[in-house]
């Protein structure tokens, strides 16, 4: 699993280069381990805000990236984000979807929180990728 969840969040972190702009700051949603963190590079950012409910992940050492600050906000609901109304400009979420209680919600304040020309990247399981662990 923790293979996966490495490759995609490059896969991700890849997808933000392909977009022509900086942004200045990035949230990632479910930032678990870092996984995300350590594949941004600091041509496309200078800071990075890691968000999950689980605060013994974000606990974790992380490997400091020269340029790049970041910042962790351990989240009391999952589908509620701590930020003002139209102040991120890039959220990115990397396989945490599917924790979600209520995802209808929490893209509802995805798209709260985001700028008016705002981007979300995402990825999460289909019903097929993990067809092993259905019962």
């Not at 995609?8 to 678990?32: K, M, N, Q, Y």
């Not at 910042?71 to 589908?79: A, G, H, Y």
């Not at 930020?83 to 509802?108: C, G």
Request: proline share 3%; aromatic share 8%.
């Amino acid at each position: 699993y923790q293979r996966r969840v490495r490759g995609i969040a490059e896969i991700l972190a890849d997808r933000i280069t392909d977009i022509s702009r900086d942004f200045p700051r990035i949230v990632d949603l479910g930032a678990g381990k870092g996984h995300v963190y350590k594949h941004v590079n600091t041509y496309t950012t200078t800071h990075v805000v890691e968000c999950d409910t689980a605060a013994d992940c974000l606990a974790l050492q992380r490997q400091q990236i020269q340029g790049l600050t970041t910042e962790q906000i351990v989240l009391r609901e999952d589908d509620v984000l701590p930020f003002e109304s139209s102040s991120q400009e890039l959220i990115i979420s990397n396989l945490w979807l599917h924790w979600v209680n209520d995802l209808p919600k929490l893209f509802k304040e995805v798209e709260r929180v985001l700028v008016p020309d705002g981007v979300f990247i995402g990825s999460m399981f289909s019903t097929e990728t993990v067809y092993q662990l259905r019962v």
